[in-house]
């Protein structure tokens, strides 16, 4: 994802900045406020991180 925000030249997201969820019509949904900001290497992501994110789906893949 870090790669992303280079190739299209966007900032990452600071800690405490919010941010406006909205569904495919662009209508606001609710607002969130980042609560802290680390970069890994993709590999590095343990099950634990990936529950935090819900991403748990990550470790259900046969590529891994």
């Known amino acids: ?14 800690k405490y900045e919010y941010s406006i969820v909205t569904d495919w019509n662009g209508i ?5 406020r980042t609560k802290d900001i ?5 590999k590095s992501v ?6 935090i994110e819900g991403e748990r789906w990550i470790f ?5």
């Open 1 to 14: 994802m870090y790669d992303l925000y280079k190739v299209d030249n966007e900032s990452i997201q600071k």
């Open 28 to 32: 606001a949904k609710c607002v969130i």
């Open 38 to 42: 680390f970069i890994v290497p993709f």
């Open 46 to 51: 343990d099950e634990r991180l990936a529950n």
């Open 60 to 64: 259900k893949c046969t590529f891994f």
